[in-house]
């Protein structure tokens, strides 16, 4: 707990209930708020991919300008986005084809995705995924804006190989879409169902569920040698996206149950989990519900009532993604290479944590050294960046780890906070002048459990997933 009383925390744990409650309780926690993707200022969180096109602000638009013999280039957010309402504002030149990208990935390694029977090779680093269509194209008379395409995949989709009449939509966009002018697209992603409209009339409409989550992004096509479109632009302005829960939470999509990946919690059991202390899994403290593992609120001690939990399993080289969502002044983490064996005295186990913590109201923000116990750092060791991306109370993030032989990385929303290798000189230094400086050898097992912590907070975890050299 650190200098806080528990009393002091419960005091701010209940003035903050109340706005817990109007932006997280319920399964459907926020189907009312709107976060804006863009505050107008700054593009230093967006991650630019593909092309070398350019991206800037003017007012309170993002202004994308073509630029000659480059790849289609996109400005991306840098977490991932599920079930979600997005709302923005376009307007293009009409020489320039663009989009808006949802649900979409980017791999640093080449891909081959399975769908519809056949193999598609995705290079490296390529951006691809839904695309909700920007089309004027007068040259070509088609007016496809707000349909989706699947970019660097299977092409069109509506109209095309998942429904909608070529012709009558290009007869509909002619009629809606506004040359010139800004034009409002309304996209809901929610489980398998895909649906636009364009100021206001209902276009595209279909059910695929090849991936289920992704970064959101904005296109600028490429022009080739074309100079006549050299420096054309399309803008964008009012992004706002509402996340909503998640109406199939704790599966996998297609593309990664082809990549390897599996479920290590199922959303329902607590089959391949027990507890830290013993082999049956603890019997209060941690409920099911909702599609959500939660850990209950006991006044922030650490591991001193339900306790933590642990995979029945162990892992060495892996990537595990979770998704997690804190309550007010919360504190807890996930740990990796755990030997539940090594600490039978008060306190949790011990193992490398990714810390989750509530960094404005809880104080161990404010100790360790240079905030090395802030949320996505290496608890205790490495600090994470200070203007890492964070969702505040009742919304959700995802902690991504990734392990490769001695050397780790952790990404909290998509962006990497720190990374570093076990074992070496330079670990063990930072181990001597930590609270672990008394456990020898301390993070360097070739393999371990995985643990999700009891500190004594309510915290949620869903989408539990993992991926494996032997998935």
């Given at each position: 707990?650190?200098?806080?009383?528990?009393?002091?925390?419960?005091?701010?744990?209940?003035?903050?209930?109340?706005?817990?409650?109007?932006?997280?309780?319920?399964?459907?926690?926020?189907?009312?708020?709107?976060?804006?993707?863009?505050?107008?200022?700054?593009?230093?969180?967006?991650?630019k991919?593909?092309?070398?096109?350019?991206?800037?602000?003017e007012?309170?638009?993002?202004?994308?300008?073509?630029?000659?013999?480059?790849?289609?280039?996109?400005?991306?957010?840098?977490?991932?986005?599920?079930?979600?309402?997005?709302?923005?504002?376009?307007?293009?030149?009409?020489?320039?084809?663009?989009?808006?990208?949802?649900?979409?990935?980017?791999?640093?390694e080449?891909?081959?995705?399975?769908?519809?029977?056949k193999?598609?090779?995705?290079?490296?680093?390529?951006?691809?995924?839904?695309?909700?269509?920007?089309?004027?194209?007068?040259?070509?008379?088609?007016?496809?804006?707000?349909?989706?395409?699947?970019?660097?995949?299977?092409?069109?989709?509506?109209?095309?190989?998942c429904?909608?009449?070529?012709?009558?939509?290009?007869?509909?966009?002619?009629?809606?879409?506004?040359?010139?002018d800004?034009?409002?697209v309304?996209?809901?992603?929610?489980?398998?169902?895909?649906?636009?409209?364009?100021n206001?009339?209902?276009?595209?409409?279909i059910?695929?569920?090849?991936?289920?989550?992704?970064?959101?992004?904005?296109?600028?096509?490429?022009?080739?040698?074309?100079?006549?479109?050299?420096?054309?632009?399309?803008r964008?302005?009012n992004?706002?996206?509402?996340e909503v829960a998640?109406?199939?939470?704790?599966?996998?999509?297609?593309?990664?149950?082809?990549?390897?990946?599996?479920?290590?919690?199922?959303?329902?059991?607590t089959?391949?989990?027990?507890?830290?202390?013993?082999?049956?899994?603890?019997?209060?403290?941690?409920?099911?519900?909702?599609?959500m593992?939660?850990?209950?609120e006991?006044?922030?001690?650490e591991?001193?009532?339900?306790?933590?939990?642990?995979?029945?399993?162990?892992?060495?080289?892996?990537?595990?993604?979770?998704?997690?969502?804190?309550?007010?002044?919360?504190?807890?983490?996930?740990?990796?290479?755990?030997?539940?064996l090594?600490?039978?005295?008060a306190g949790?186990?011990?193992?490398?944590?990714?810390q989750i913590l509530?960094?404005?109201?809880?104080?161990?923000?404010?100790?360790?050294?240079?905030?090395?116990?802030?949320?996505?750092?290496?608890y205790?060791?490495?600090?994470?960046?200070?203007?890492?991306?964070v969702?505040?109370?009742?919304?959700?993030?995802?902690?991504?780890?990734?392990?490769?032989?001695?050397h780790?990385?952790?990404?909290?929303?998509?962006?990497?906070?720190?990374?570093?290798?076990?074992?070496?000189?330079?670990?063990?230094?930072?181990?001597?002048?930590s609270?672990?400086?008394?456990?020898?050898?301390?993070?360097?097992?070739?393999e371990?459990n995985?643990?999700?912590?009891?500190?004594?907070?309510?915290?949620?975890?869903?989408?539990?997933k993992?991926?494996?050299?032997?998935?």
């Open positions: 707990m650190g200098v806080w009383s528990c009393t002091l925390m419960k005091t701010i744990k209940s003035l903050s209930v109340l706005l817990f409650c109007a932006t997280a309780c319920g399964s459907l926690m926020a189907a009312e708020a709107w976060t804006n993707l863009f505050d107008g200022k700054s593009l230093d969180s967006w991650v991919r593909g092309g070398n096109a350019t991206y800037t602000i007012g309170d638009s993002i202004v994308g300008t073509s630029t000659l013999n480059t790849e289609n280039t996109f400005l991306c957010t840098p977490r991932d986005y599920g079930d979600f309402i997005l709302e923005y504002e376009f307007k293009v030149d009409p020489m320039l084809n663009s989009g808006v990208q949802i649900r979409s990935q980017c791999f640093p080449a891909k081959e995705i399975v769908t519809v029977g193999t598609i090779k995705v290079g490296a680093n390529r951006v691809h995924g839904y695309q909700i269509e920007i089309d004027p194209e007068p040259q070509k008379n088609r007016w496809w804006s707000a349909g989706i395409y699947e970019e660097a995949v299977r092409g069109w989709l509506y109209p095309g190989i429904g909608g009449d070529a012709k009558q939509f290009t007869d509909q966009g002619r009629t809606i879409f506004k040359q010139g800004w034009n409002k309304r996209v809901e992603a929610i489980g398998d169902s895909l649906k636009t409209t364009l206001g009339a209902p276009c595209a409409a059910k695929d569920a090849r991936v289920a989550a992704g970064f959101i992004g904005l296109q600028v096509h490429g022009i080739g040698k074309d100079k006549d479109k050299d420096g054309t632009q399309v964008w302005r992004l706002r996206i509402q998640a109406s199939k939470a704790n599966t996998l999509s297609d593309e990664e149950k082809a990549a390897g990946w599996k479920l290590l919690w199922d959303g329902k059991t089959d391949g989990w027990r507890s830290a202390r013993s082999e049956a899994f603890p019997k209060g403290g941690w409920q099911i519900k909702d599609d593992l939660i850990i209950n006991t006044g922030g001690a591991s001193a009532s339900a306790g933590d939990i642990i995979t029945r399993e162990k892992f060495s080289e892996f990537e595990l993604k979770v998704d997690f969502k804190m309550t007010p002044g919360a504190n807890s983490g996930i740990k990796m290479f755990v030997d539940p090594l600490n039978k005295g949790s186990s011990i193992g490398i944590e990714f509530d960094d404005v109201l809880h104080p161990d923000a404010k100790l360790g050294r240079d905030g090395n116990r802030t949320i996505g750092s290496l205790d060791l490495i600090p994470a960046p200070k203007d890492k991306k969702n505040p109370p009742g919304q959700w993030n995802q902690a991504h780890i990734i392990s490769k032989g001695k780790m990385e952790f990404r909290l929303n998509g962006i990497k906070t720190v990374e570093f290798d076990r074992g070496t000189p330079e670990w063990r230094e930072l181990v001597k002048t609270k672990y400086k008394g456990w020898p050898n301390f993070g360097e097992l070739s371990g995985i643990l999700l912590q009891d500190h004594g907070n309510q915290v949620f975890y869903r989408n539990i993992i991926l494996t050299k032997s998935n």
